[in-house]
């Protein structure tokens, strides 16, 4: 950045400062940045949400500091292919990638994966953040008590399912989306026997 150009060189310091706020080295947050300043510019996007979306990545599923890049690049093309922006991204990633830390993923898959996730739901959204809650609704509902409960009823083992699908290689949105399938026939209105809540609908 030229050094005239301030304001630019103060988001990024406020970026780097949020990084190493959260614990990470500042030689790594660093690292970070550059990309991460680089993503905000070509997808006016927040300097601060990319970078705490940068880190939950880091942080929630393991993707080394070097991915950054490619955690941003995924993110992009995610937000190239649907109606979710990766501003929106940005935004709700801290969130959504703890959630799917909780339910084993790691990686740059797991950021396509939601990526691709955001783009699914948005088309039965209004907003970008009704879809992000709609996705956060499904990932935490995906071992509960109730869902578990609703499966045995329709003859599926969920959480048996759920890691065979793990071993399989496939997402557990992927997988429950597969097993809700498998389980209505197809037949949408049967959706509300698995899931109560209409956000996971």
Known sequence: LAPTDENKRNLLAEGVDA???????????MKMIEPIGKAATA?????????????SAVDNLKVPVGQTTKVLDVMAQAGKS?????????QYFPELTASAAALG?????AIADLGAALQITKKGAGDSASA???LQNL???????DAIKNFKEFGID?????????????????????????ATKGDLSKLSFLFGDMQVQ
């Open 139 to 145: 990932l935490t509902k995906i071992n509960t008590e």
């Open 105 to 109: 993923q790691k990686g740059v898959p």
């Open 158 to 182: 969920l959480p048996a399912a759920m890691k065979k699908a793990a071993k399989d290689g496939k997402s557990p949105i992927e997988a429950i989306a597969e097993l809700t399938n498998q």
């Open 43 to 55: 997808y006016k996007a927040e300097v601060l949400d990319l970078s705490k979306a940068a880190f």
């Open 82 to 90: 649907g109606a979710f922006e990766v501003k929106d991204m940005a």
């Open 132 to 134: 992000a809650n709609n």
């Open 19 to 29: 990084l190493a706020g959260f614990g990470l080295d500042p030689k790594q947050a």
